[in-house]
Protein backbone atom coordinates (compact mmCIF):
# COMPACT_ATOMS: atom_id res chain seq x y z
CA UNK A 1 0.00 0.00 0.00
CA UNK A 2 1.46 3.29 -1.19
CA UNK A 3 0.54 6.13 1.81
CA UNK A 4 1.81 9.35 0.57
CA UNK A 5 2.09 12.02 3.73
CA UNK A 6 0.14 14.49 2.03
CA UNK A 7 -2.20 14.47 -0.85
CA UNK A 8 -3.01 17.59 -2.82
CA UNK A 9 -4.20 16.06 -5.65
CA UNK A 10 -7.15 14.37 -4.25
CA UNK A 11 -8.02 17.68 -2.66
CA UNK A 12 -8.13 19.56 -5.59
CA UNK A 13 -9.77 16.78 -8.26
CA UNK A 14 -12.95 17.08 -6.29
CA UNK A 15 -12.51 21.11 -6.58
CA UNK A 16 -11.55 20.66 -9.73
CA UNK A 17 -14.75 22.73 -11.61
CA UNK A 18 -15.01 25.15 -8.97
CA UNK A 19 -11.60 26.16 -8.91
CA UNK A 20 -11.62 26.19 -13.20
CA UNK A 21 -14.84 28.57 -13.10
CA UNK A 22 -13.03 30.61 -10.13
CA UNK A 23 -10.19 30.83 -12.51
CA UNK A 24 -12.39 32.11 -15.69
CA UNK A 25 -14.46 34.13 -13.68
CA UNK A 26 -10.88 36.13 -12.28
CA UNK A 27 -9.28 36.44 -15.62
CA UNK A 28 -12.76 37.61 -17.29
CA UNK A 29 -12.58 40.37 -14.77
CA UNK A 30 -9.06 40.97 -14.77
CA UNK A 31 -8.62 42.40 -11.73
CA UNK A 32 -5.53 40.33 -11.06
CA UNK A 33 -4.43 42.01 -7.44
CA UNK A 34 -6.71 43.18 -4.65
CA UNK A 35 -10.34 43.72 -5.75
CA UNK A 36 -13.57 41.96 -4.77
CA UNK A 37 -12.45 38.88 -4.44
CA UNK A 38 -9.60 39.91 -2.03
CA UNK A 39 -11.99 42.26 0.06
CA UNK A 40 -14.60 39.03 0.18
CA UNK A 41 -11.79 36.31 1.45
CA UNK A 42 -10.76 39.00 3.96
CA UNK A 43 -14.55 38.85 5.13
CA UNK A 44 -15.04 35.39 5.28
CA UNK A 45 -11.32 34.12 6.70
CA UNK A 46 -12.52 36.84 9.45
CA UNK A 47 -15.71 35.10 10.26
CA UNK A 48 -14.03 31.95 9.99
CA UNK A 49 -11.22 32.87 13.04
CA UNK A 50 -14.34 34.82 14.98
CA UNK A 51 -11.88 37.77 14.58
CA UNK A 52 -12.83 41.45 13.73
CA UNK A 53 -11.27 41.65 10.72
CA UNK A 54 -8.95 39.94 8.48
CA UNK A 55 -6.05 41.79 5.95
CA UNK A 56 -5.05 38.91 2.68
CA UNK A 57 -0.80 39.52 2.20
CA UNK A 58 1.37 37.71 -0.40
CA UNK A 59 2.60 34.94 2.58
CA UNK A 60 2.64 33.86 6.26
CA UNK A 61 5.88 35.34 6.13
CA UNK A 62 4.74 38.34 4.99
CA UNK A 63 2.18 37.88 7.77
CA UNK A 64 3.99 38.02 10.30
CA UNK A 65 6.50 41.00 8.97
CA UNK A 66 3.68 42.87 8.68
CA UNK A 67 2.21 41.83 12.02
CA UNK A 68 5.51 42.51 13.62
CA UNK A 69 5.91 46.30 12.10
CA UNK A 70 2.75 47.25 13.12
CA UNK A 71 3.29 46.95 16.65
CA UNK A 72 6.09 49.25 16.13
CA UNK A 73 9.00 46.73 15.97
CA UNK A 74 12.14 48.69 16.29
CA UNK A 75 16.09 47.96 16.64
CA UNK A 76 17.13 47.22 19.85
CA UNK A 77 13.99 45.37 20.69
CA UNK A 78 13.73 42.13 22.08
CA UNK A 79 11.19 39.83 21.41
CA UNK A 80 10.68 36.51 22.72
CA UNK A 81 9.75 33.05 20.53
CA UNK A 82 10.59 29.89 20.75
CA UNK A 83 13.52 27.36 18.74
CA UNK A 84 10.69 24.57 17.79
CA UNK A 85 9.17 26.14 15.01
CA UNK A 86 9.89 27.12 11.03
CA UNK A 87 12.33 29.81 10.57
CA UNK A 88 10.17 32.52 9.49
CA UNK A 89 9.12 33.02 12.51
CA UNK A 90 12.44 34.64 13.46
CA UNK A 91 13.37 35.78 10.15
CA UNK A 92 10.70 38.69 10.23
CA UNK A 93 11.73 39.82 13.70
CA UNK A 94 15.34 40.61 12.85
CA UNK A 95 14.68 41.58 9.69
CA UNK A 96 13.10 44.21 11.37
CA UNK A 97 15.80 45.22 13.31
CA UNK A 98 14.60 43.18 16.50
CA UNK A 99 16.77 40.64 18.82
CA UNK A 100 15.20 37.14 19.24
CA UNK A 101 15.34 35.38 22.61
CA UNK A 102 14.57 32.03 22.97
CA UNK A 103 12.66 30.12 25.78
CA UNK A 104 12.20 26.03 25.37
CA UNK A 105 9.25 24.08 24.90
CA UNK A 106 7.39 22.30 26.79
CA UNK A 107 8.04 18.19 26.66
CA UNK A 108 4.55 16.97 26.30
CA UNK A 109 3.29 19.42 23.53
CA UNK A 110 6.26 21.05 22.76
CA UNK A 111 4.90 24.23 22.33
CA UNK A 112 6.14 27.50 23.77
CA UNK A 113 6.34 26.44 27.89
CA UNK A 114 5.15 29.58 29.61
CA UNK A 115 7.55 28.88 32.96
CA UNK A 116 10.37 29.48 30.86
CA UNK A 117 9.01 33.31 29.77
CA UNK A 118 9.64 35.23 33.23
CA UNK A 119 13.35 34.70 33.07
CA UNK A 120 14.02 35.51 29.54
CA UNK A 121 12.28 38.68 30.02
CA UNK A 122 14.61 42.10 29.90
CA UNK A 123 13.80 45.84 30.25
CA UNK A 124 14.09 45.54 26.29
CA UNK A 125 11.58 43.40 25.64
CA UNK A 126 8.59 44.11 23.87
CA UNK A 127 7.04 40.90 22.83
CA UNK A 128 6.13 37.38 22.59
CA UNK A 129 5.33 35.30 19.56
CA UNK A 130 4.00 31.75 20.63
CA UNK A 131 3.78 29.70 17.77
CA UNK A 132 0.66 27.18 17.41
CA UNK A 133 2.70 24.67 16.09
CA UNK A 134 1.48 21.26 14.17
CA UNK A 135 -1.79 23.00 14.39
CA UNK A 136 -2.05 22.93 18.04
CA UNK A 137 -2.85 26.43 20.02
CA UNK A 138 -0.11 27.08 22.67
CA UNK A 139 -0.51 27.39 26.24
CA UNK A 140 -2.42 30.70 25.75
CA UNK A 141 -3.42 32.04 29.10
CA UNK A 142 -0.15 32.04 31.34
CA UNK A 143 1.14 33.10 28.55
CA UNK A 144 -0.96 36.11 27.83
CA UNK A 145 -1.15 36.78 31.71
CA UNK A 146 2.35 36.78 31.94
CA UNK A 147 2.14 39.44 28.76
CA UNK A 148 -0.18 41.99 30.52
CA UNK A 149 2.04 41.73 33.76
CA UNK A 150 5.25 42.89 32.25
CA UNK A 151 3.37 45.05 29.33
CA UNK A 152 4.31 43.30 26.13
CA UNK A 153 2.06 42.52 23.40
CA UNK A 154 1.71 39.19 21.81
CA UNK A 155 1.12 37.93 18.00
CA UNK A 156 0.30 34.61 17.45
CA UNK A 157 2.34 32.29 14.80
CA UNK A 158 -1.11 30.73 13.58
CA UNK A 159 0.23 29.91 10.33
CA UNK A 160 -0.40 26.02 10.95
CA UNK A 161 -3.43 26.48 13.10
CA UNK A 162 -6.50 27.32 10.72
CA UNK A 163 -9.23 26.89 13.10
CA UNK A 164 -7.70 25.56 15.92
CA UNK A 165 -9.33 26.63 19.63
CA UNK A 166 -8.26 27.32 22.77
CA UNK A 167 -10.55 27.44 25.67
CA UNK A 168 -13.03 28.35 23.21
CA UNK A 169 -11.04 30.96 21.70
CA UNK A 170 -10.09 30.42 18.00
CA UNK A 171 -5.85 30.59 17.08
CA UNK A 172 -6.13 34.54 15.69
CA UNK A 173 -7.85 36.07 18.20
CA UNK A 174 -5.97 35.73 21.47
CA UNK A 175 -2.59 37.88 20.78
CA UNK A 176 -3.06 41.59 19.53
CA UNK A 177 -2.62 40.30 15.94
CA UNK A 178 -2.12 36.53 14.09
CA UNK A 179 -0.26 35.60 11.26
CA UNK A 180 -1.33 32.65 9.01
CA UNK A 181 -0.43 31.29 5.74
CA UNK A 182 -2.09 29.60 3.23
CA UNK A 183 1.36 28.09 1.39
CA UNK A 184 -0.25 25.53 -0.46
CA UNK A 185 0.65 22.63 1.99
CA UNK A 186 -1.62 24.39 4.81
CA UNK A 187 -4.65 23.25 6.21
CA UNK A 188 -6.17 25.96 3.98
CA UNK A 189 -3.76 26.04 1.36
CA UNK A 190 -3.50 28.48 -1.72
CA UNK A 191 -2.83 27.20 -5.54
CA UNK A 192 0.58 29.00 -4.68
CA UNK A 193 1.56 31.80 -1.90
CA UNK A 194 -0.33 33.37 -0.10
CA UNK A 195 -1.12 34.85 3.88
CA UNK A 196 -3.32 36.80 6.50
CA UNK A 197 -2.96 38.97 9.21
CA UNK A 198 -6.05 39.13 11.73
CA UNK A 199 -6.57 41.24 14.68
CA UNK A 200 -9.36 43.41 16.55
CA UNK A 201 -7.65 46.45 16.19
CA UNK A 202 -8.36 48.40 13.44
CA UNK A 203 -5.90 50.83 13.27
CA UNK A 204 -3.13 48.02 13.03
CA UNK A 205 -5.02 46.44 10.52
CA UNK A 206 -5.05 49.73 8.43
CA UNK A 207 -1.12 49.82 8.89
CA UNK A 208 -0.77 46.35 7.75
CA UNK A 209 -3.07 47.59 4.35
CA UNK A 210 -0.49 50.46 4.02
CA UNK A 211 2.65 48.16 4.55
CA UNK A 212 1.51 45.44 1.77
CA UNK A 213 0.98 48.21 -0.72
CA UNK A 214 4.13 50.63 -0.52
CA UNK A 215 3.44 52.64 2.46
CA UNK A 216 -0.16 53.64 0.37
CA UNK A 217 -3.51 54.26 1.79
CA UNK A 218 -4.17 56.22 -1.13
CA UNK A 219 -2.69 55.22 -5.25
CA UNK A 220 0.67 56.91 -5.72
CA UNK A 221 0.74 58.62 -1.81
CA UNK A 222 3.27 57.14 0.53
CA UNK A 223 3.06 57.85 3.86
CA UNK A 224 5.80 55.51 4.72
CA UNK A 225 8.38 53.10 2.47
CA UNK A 226 6.11 49.49 2.58
CA UNK A 227 6.55 46.67 0.57
CA UNK A 228 5.00 44.52 -2.08
CA UNK A 229 3.00 42.45 -0.35
CA UNK A 230 -0.74 41.77 -1.85
CA UNK A 231 -2.89 38.88 -1.82
CA UNK A 232 -3.82 38.53 -5.57
CA UNK A 233 -6.93 38.09 -6.74
CA UNK A 234 -6.64 34.12 -8.10
CA UNK A 235 -5.24 33.04 -4.73
CA UNK A 236 -8.67 34.89 -3.00
CA UNK A 237 -10.79 33.31 -5.26
CA UNK A 238 -9.58 29.97 -4.73
CA UNK A 239 -8.85 30.01 -0.89
CA UNK A 240 -12.34 31.14 -0.91
CA UNK A 241 -13.85 28.31 -2.33
CA UNK A 242 -11.28 26.10 -0.32
CA UNK A 243 -12.42 27.97 2.93
CA UNK A 244 -15.83 26.43 2.39
CA UNK A 245 -14.73 23.19 3.33
CA UNK A 246 -12.08 23.71 5.91
CA UNK A 247 -14.42 23.03 8.72
CA UNK A 248 -14.74 19.75 7.53
CA UNK A 249 -11.42 19.11 6.51
CA UNK A 250 -10.46 19.98 10.07
CA UNK A 251 -13.36 17.47 11.65
CA UNK A 252 -11.52 14.92 9.15
CA UNK A 253 -7.94 15.52 10.67
CA UNK A 254 -9.42 14.73 13.83
CA UNK A 255 -11.03 12.02 13.40
CA UNK A 256 -7.52 10.87 11.79
CA UNK A 257 -5.64 11.76 14.89
CA UNK A 258 -8.20 10.19 16.96
CA UNK A 259 -7.57 7.17 15.07
CA UNK A 260 -3.86 7.24 15.01
CA UNK A 261 -4.46 7.22 18.77
CA UNK A 262 -6.13 4.21 19.12
CA UNK A 263 -4.31 1.81 16.72
CA UNK A 264 -0.96 3.15 18.11
CA UNK A 265 -2.40 2.98 22.34
CA UNK A 266 -0.92 -0.37 23.06
CA UNK A 267 2.76 0.76 21.00
CA UNK A 268 5.10 2.14 23.90
CA UNK A 269 7.76 2.98 21.74
CA UNK A 270 5.86 5.51 20.05
CA UNK A 271 4.99 8.46 22.38
CA UNK A 272 2.30 10.72 20.64
CA UNK A 273 3.04 14.75 21.06
CA UNK A 274 0.51 15.80 23.15
CA UNK A 275 -2.50 19.11 22.48
CA UNK A 276 -2.09 21.39 25.09
CA UNK A 277 -4.62 21.05 28.03
CA UNK A 278 -8.45 22.65 26.75
CA UNK A 279 -7.42 23.26 23.57
CA UNK A 280 -8.79 21.29 19.79
CA UNK A 281 -5.82 21.12 17.70
CA UNK A 282 -6.57 21.22 13.95
CA UNK A 283 -3.40 18.63 13.20
CA UNK A 284 -1.98 20.42 10.13
CA UNK A 285 0.91 17.17 11.44
CA UNK A 286 0.74 14.73 13.25
CA UNK A 287 3.54 14.20 15.33
CA UNK A 288 4.68 10.94 17.02
CA UNK A 289 8.51 10.93 18.78
CA UNK A 290 10.57 7.61 18.25
CA UNK A 291 13.81 6.16 19.37
CA UNK A 292 15.76 5.32 16.26
CA UNK A 293 13.86 8.09 14.42
CA UNK A 294 16.01 7.82 11.20
CA UNK A 295 16.08 4.04 10.92
CA UNK A 296 12.34 4.07 11.40
CA UNK A 297 11.72 6.64 8.67
CA UNK A 298 13.89 4.25 5.96
CA UNK A 299 11.34 1.42 7.49
CA UNK A 300 8.52 2.65 6.59
CA UNK A 301 9.22 4.12 3.41
CA UNK A 302 10.85 0.95 2.31
CA UNK A 303 6.88 -0.16 2.97
CA UNK A 304 5.60 2.88 0.53
CA UNK A 305 4.68 5.34 3.93
CA UNK A 306 6.39 8.73 3.35
CA UNK A 307 7.15 11.11 6.59
CA UNK A 308 8.36 14.17 7.49
CA UNK A 309 10.30 16.12 10.42
CA UNK A 310 9.15 19.07 11.36
CA UNK A 311 11.84 20.03 11.65
CA UNK A 312 14.89 18.36 11.80
CA UNK A 313 17.30 21.17 12.98
CA UNK A 314 15.95 23.82 15.78
CA UNK A 315 16.31 27.09 14.47
CA UNK A 316 18.70 28.36 17.01
CA UNK A 317 20.84 25.65 15.45
CA UNK A 318 20.54 26.87 11.60
CA UNK A 319 23.80 28.10 10.64
CA UNK A 320 21.89 31.74 10.11
CA UNK A 321 22.14 31.86 13.53
CA UNK A 322 25.80 30.98 14.32
CA UNK A 323 26.24 34.51 15.36
CA UNK A 324 23.89 34.05 18.38
CA UNK A 325 26.88 31.44 19.41
CA UNK A 326 23.38 29.28 21.23
CA UNK A 327 25.80 26.40 22.11
CA UNK A 328 24.20 23.09 21.48
CA UNK A 329 22.75 21.91 25.06
CA UNK A 330 20.66 25.80 25.50
CA UNK A 331 17.38 24.32 24.54
CA UNK A 332 17.43 20.92 25.51
CA UNK A 333 13.84 19.81 24.84
CA UNK A 334 13.72 20.76 21.32
CA UNK A 335 17.20 19.64 21.04
CA UNK A 336 16.26 16.16 21.94
CA UNK A 337 12.62 16.20 20.47
CA UNK A 338 14.38 17.12 17.33
CA UNK A 339 16.02 14.11 17.27
CA UNK A 340 12.61 11.84 17.88
CA UNK A 341 10.35 13.43 15.92
CA UNK A 342 8.23 12.14 13.22
CA UNK A 343 5.58 13.56 11.43
CA UNK A 344 2.84 10.35 10.02
CA UNK A 345 0.98 11.01 7.22
CA UNK A 346 -2.01 13.38 7.56
CA UNK A 347 -4.70 14.92 5.30
CA UNK A 348 -8.38 14.87 4.97
CA UNK A 349 -8.85 12.32 2.56
CA UNK A 350 -6.26 9.70 4.24
CA UNK A 351 -8.41 6.57 4.32
CA UNK A 352 -8.85 4.55 8.06
CA UNK A 353 -7.22 1.14 6.00
CA UNK A 354 -4.21 3.78 5.57
CA UNK A 355 -3.79 5.11 9.18
CA UNK A 356 -4.28 0.88 9.88
CA UNK A 357 -1.29 0.41 7.86
CA UNK A 358 0.56 3.07 9.12
CA UNK A 359 -0.12 2.11 12.49
CA UNK A 360 0.77 -1.33 11.94
CA UNK A 361 3.71 -1.07 10.51
CA UNK A 362 5.52 1.17 13.18
CA UNK A 363 3.77 -1.54 15.54
CA UNK A 364 5.89 -4.34 13.01
CA UNK A 365 9.28 -2.12 13.80
CA UNK A 366 8.96 -2.16 16.89
CA UNK A 367 9.32 -5.66 17.08
CA UNK A 368 5.59 -6.24 16.80
CA UNK A 369 4.16 -5.29 20.10
CA UNK A 370 -0.14 -5.42 19.05
CA UNK A 371 -2.37 -3.00 19.88
CA UNK A 372 -6.35 -3.02 20.25
CA UNK A 373 -6.91 -2.89 16.78
CA UNK A 374 -4.16 -2.98 14.74
CA UNK A 375 -3.57 -6.10 12.92
CA UNK A 376 -1.60 -8.29 14.89
CA UNK A 377 1.72 -8.99 13.77
CA UNK A 378 3.53 -11.74 15.23
CA UNK A 379 6.54 -12.70 13.39
CA UNK A 380 9.59 -10.94 15.02
CA UNK A 381 11.29 -8.38 12.90
CA UNK A 382 14.98 -6.85 12.73
CA UNK A 383 14.57 -4.07 10.90
CA UNK A 384 18.37 -3.91 10.20
C1 LIG B 1 4.40 28.03 6.89
C2 LIG B 1 4.85 28.75 8.12
C3 LIG B 1 5.24 30.11 8.10
C4 LIG B 1 5.46 30.88 6.84
O1 LIG B 1 4.43 30.91 5.95
P1 LIG B 1 4.71 31.12 4.37
O2 LIG B 1 3.35 31.31 3.82
O3 LIG B 1 5.39 29.90 3.88
O4 LIG B 1 5.56 32.34 4.22
C5 LIG B 1 5.50 30.72 9.32
N1 LIG B 1 5.45 30.06 10.48
C6 LIG B 1 5.12 28.74 10.53
C7 LIG B 1 5.06 28.06 11.86
C8 LIG B 1 4.84 28.05 9.36
O5 LIG B 1 4.54 26.75 9.40
Redesign the pocket.
Known amino acids: MQVPFLDLKAQHAALEGELTEAFRAVVRGAAFVGGPEVEAFEREFAAFCHADGAVGVS ?3 DA ?1 RFAYLAMGIKPGDEVITVPN ?2 I ?2 TEALTQAGASVRFVDVRPDTLLMDPNQLAAAITPRTVGIVP ?1 H ?1 YGTPADMDPILEIARVHGLWVIE ?1 A ?2 AQGAVYKGRRAGTMGAMAAF ?3 PG ?1 NLGACG ?1 A ?1 AVTSSDAERLAFVRKLREHGQAQKYFHDIEGYNGRLDALQAAFLRIKLRRLEQWNQARRSIAAHYRETLSAASDVRIVAETAGSSSVYHLFVVRVPERDRVREFLQSRGIATGLHYPLPVHQQVAYRHLHLAAGAFPVTEGAAAEILSLPMYPELRADQVDYVSATLIEFFGGRPSRSAPRVTKQLNPA
Open positions: SGTLSFATVLDAQSFYKEG
